[in-house]
């Protein structure tokens, strides 16, 4: 629908009722750009249509109508109807995050039920599986959404799992990069929150096995090149011989090769292995790199790992991470770059393959994410950390355009080949009106559309991992966090978040395939790649995005993709799909650990207040893990001598600590966390009396507001005494429960 038609709409909607102060579309207008009004859903232009004419909202709660009906509110003033739409908008937020709350509820109650302790629960089986070698990926992983959604009971009751039955003494090869960032952030983070001390314990046994993988070891010496080597097959001696054979066989004339490594490089190199390998075994410490190669984003997780040396003071876990980013720095000149290939070899060179390239997707994203979230955490503290991720940060930034690709939408669709919503989908998603359909189409998208291409030395591959869509997010925090909120930063990273939300949009389910490919004219298919496993990027984006503006149209596609995820519930979870533009029942039965951890997180503090994670104190890993930020949250200064000169040339790792090592005790939150009941706190009497004098008082505002304004009010009663605590003390509010605690949208629903 076009905006002028969306306006007609409207216009009937606010000319119902004749009164002189009522909002017209030009009002409108001005207070919501023209893509915002285009993203509201049919429900919600039928609520406001309501408030202005007089009316109430249909099964709003935050509204209620009185006996006095509209007559009485003509003369009412127009900042009051804004009001309203506001707190109709709150009401809406509220919703979304307990839908996101109840989708987490299902899915822990049966992961409690039938999967507890396992690495995953099947979603269409029901069944749990140990497909990552039995390390409780997914209840790891969650910890932290539990805390946060306020799932006291269930967080502790898993916590005392962790403590009791983890065990990571087994001989199991495991990824380093996925264990650090889902074991090792998810322990950490559980502890930040909690305070519970024998999280912490597992993390630092986890941290001492995983850093074995680094070529720096325990005392801070270089790991011999040997074991490095050794692990591709090649020894030191022809390892510059091989390289250059493949680099041949990959076709790649040999000035593209100096381009990329240097000139020379691969010859004269220390054969010194710089990154960590990519597996480890947990048990024996022996490593192996099972690709052969080294992933970009793989070599570096500097968050984690910066934490628990803020934790424990041992500096070695910190030191191993300086280390691999100078080394990337270095061999790939990674300062004047700003992008790197996303294959690399141990020595931290271009691994020769045509595979290889520049990509921000798959094996390159998280690599410049950290960049940035490094810095963030290092925020207070920049004097002593080391300074060299916020400068590649920088160049990053610089040379981010040259990925850029622009492509004009056509004006009309062309025939058939354009995905169209099938009847099925339709009436799978529900129509229009109360039942919550959304206006936007493809037409609706403003164009030219902007991408991001991955380059090699020769081409330009035109797709787009939906991985990528962590960047508009990224762009936002940068925002967050600068002095000056550069409007240009924030423009570019809507305009990518927008290529991302149109990824869902152009789909029959509303949920993006794992990869888009792009032409001159806009977005197409990739064959190979339509499936959909409940990846959280675009979500986290709009989440950041709406912390650092505050602008509707986040929310409210955010609330479209709630709707689309949660069309993808089972019986015991929620399912990957096999084809974002096949039959829904084409499912596959797997629910990945971040869908817990990330996807439901993210959407629950999308419609969250700020203070229920204030990003000025955490910040989020890349798997979603908040991290307290240095110099917050009783987290002491730094304890580590800061910035490691060029650590290729200079033998050992400096893991001394500056100072005579604090205790533990000095840095970290409070130790006693009983496991108490928290609803029984919650509806311990004290607190009661407290609800009730909250609820009086906002009764007494109702009545002032009633005779100043009328009758049709936002009622703050509702807030209180209403869902808000719905575990606990009070009575249900007026109308049908069960309505309220099936489903999400007033669709289900009666008066
Ligand atoms: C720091 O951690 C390393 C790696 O596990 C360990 O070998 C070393 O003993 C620790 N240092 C201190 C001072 O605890
Ligand atoms: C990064 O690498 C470049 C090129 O090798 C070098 O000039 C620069 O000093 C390095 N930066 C740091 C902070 O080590
Ligand atoms: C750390 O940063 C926060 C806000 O980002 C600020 O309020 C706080 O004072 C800073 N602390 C230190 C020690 O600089
Ligand atoms: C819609 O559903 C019906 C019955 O389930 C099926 O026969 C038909 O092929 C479907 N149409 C499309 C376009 O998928």
Sequence with gaps: MSLTRLLTVLGVFFSRVGGVLRPSPVDLAQIWDAQTLVSFSVSQLDAFGAISSGDCPYLSRAIRCGSRGPKALRE????????????????????????????????????????????????????????????????????????????????????????????????????????????????????????????LSKAKDLGNRLIKAFPVDANGRKANIMS????????????????????????????????????????????????????????????????????????YVPVEWKYLTALTSNCTYSAAQDQVLHAINRTLNLEDHGLAMIMLTPLGHVFPSPQNRVSLGSRGDSFYEYLLKEAVFAKNQSYSLDPLPKKLWSSFRAKLPELFAEAQRVTRPPGPRWPQKTENASIHRGHGGSLGGWFESWKDAPSPWLFLKEITPQHTVPKMDHLICFLPGAIALQVFHSEEKSQMDLQLAHRLVQTCVHMYWRTVSDLAPEITRFNLHGLVDDAGSMHNILRPETIESLFLLWRTTKRQVYRNWGQRMLCAFYRTKTRFGFASLENVNGMPTQRRDSMPSFFLAETLKYLFLLFSEDSVLPLEDFVLSTEAHPMPILGQNGLGSWPCKGPRPNSMTSGAARSEPTAKAPSTGNLSPPATTPPVSESKRLCDSKRREELQEQIR???????????????????????????????????????????????????????
């Design 697 to 751: 008082e906002a009764e007494r505002n109702l009545q002032k507001l009633r005779r100043e304004y009328g009758t049709c009010v936002s009622d703050p009663a509702c807030w209180q005494s209403g869902y808000t605590f719905e575990n606990c003390c009070f009575p249900a509010p007026r109308g049908n429960m069960q309505c309220w605690d099936v489903e999400f949208t007033y669709a289900r629903c009666c008066r």
């Design 76 to 199: 009412r003033k127009r900042s009051l109807v804004w009001r309203l739409i506001e707190s109709y908008l709150a009401e809406e937020a509220f919703l979304a995050r307990r839908q996101a709350v109840s989708m987490m509820r299902h899915v822990w109650s049966n992961y409690e039920l039938r999967a507890f302790g396992k690495d995953e629960l099947r979603p269409v089986s029901g069944t749990g599986a140990n497909n990552w070698g039995g390390i409780g990926q997914t209840l790891v992983d969650a910890l932290d959404t539990l805390w946060l959604m306020d799932f006291k009971e269930e967080f502790h009751r898993a916590a005392l799992w962790v403590e009791q039955s983890l065990s990571f003494s087994k001989d199991l090869n495991v990824n380093l990069f996925e264990t650090s960032i889902r074991h090792l952030g998810g322990l950490l983070s559980a502890f930040a929150l909690s305070g519970r001390r024998g999280l």
């Design 228 to 299: 490095g080597a050794k692990s591709m097959g090649v020894d030191a001696k022809s390892i510059g011989a091989k390289f250059q054979k493949l680099l041949n066989q990959a076709g790649l004339p040999s000035e593209v090769v100096d381009s990329v490594l240097g000139k020379g490089a691969l010859l004269s190199e220390q054969m010194q292995p710089s990154l960590p390998s990519s597996d480890i075994n947990l048990g024996s410490g022996e490593t192996k790199n099972l690709a052969g190669f080294i992933s970009l984003a793989e070599a």
